[in-house]
């Protein structure tokens, strides 16, 4: 569905309970997430937040891309988005850095592992905006949407405070990570790369010429 049939539909149903608020949800740094948990866990992320979606708003929600959504409260139902962000906030503990495993030009085989205890937290942003009457949904949406990934995470948070925020972008990721990968033969930090992907990277130490391979996460 395209914005402007999104928009359309968005009026239909909105109409009648006018005045109220439209928000945005976003699921906060799925990227990272993917990363190090993989794509079927967050897969599962996105299937619970549209559950707990649908618990509490019943229909009056739509998911708009792969990790946002659409959703729409009368005036006095503003608190129930507190409680949705509440409901999908979570903290869990992992091992998280790289591992390398690594051969040398004589031959030697090395694997090595710097994996460090820390937590991976779930989170999701919530901007929204009151609308007075149909005419607003169409720029209404288009500003929560373009404006959301620098929201915070966990505060359902009203559009027009949106330039008090000016904070890095937060990263799911609670506590330190390993440092730089190195060479587990000779601790070089210098690599011809040769290949990589979002979680591996293949390369030749630059200090003793091994073949290494890396994997994060
Ligand atoms: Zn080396």
Known sequence: MNRDQLIAELKLCIEPLLPGYLAVFDLADTKRRNLYLGHEEVDTDILEFDTLLKAH??????????????????????????????AYQREVPISAGWECRAIAPNGTLAHIHKKNDVFLSRAVRCAYLRIQNTNEVATGLNDLVEKIWHFPI????????????????????????????????????????????????????????????????
Do not use: M
Not at 66 to 71: H, N, P, Q, T
């Open 154 to 217: 966990n505060s359902a948070t009203p559009l027009r405070q949106e330039l008090t925020f000016n904070q890095p972008k937060w990263k799911c990721i609670i506590g330190n990570l390993p440092g730089t990968e190195f060479c587990p033969f000779c601790k070089s930090t210098e690599f011809e790369w040769l290949e990589g992907t979002d979680d591996t990277a293949y390369g030749i130490c630059k200090g003793c010429r091994a073949e290494a391979d890396f994997v994060y996460g």
């Open 57 to 86: 708003l019943g229909e009056a929600f739509k998911r708009i891309g792969g990790d946002r959504w659409i959703a729409f409260v009368t005036e006095n139902q503003l608190n129930v988005f507190d409680r949705l962000i509440l």
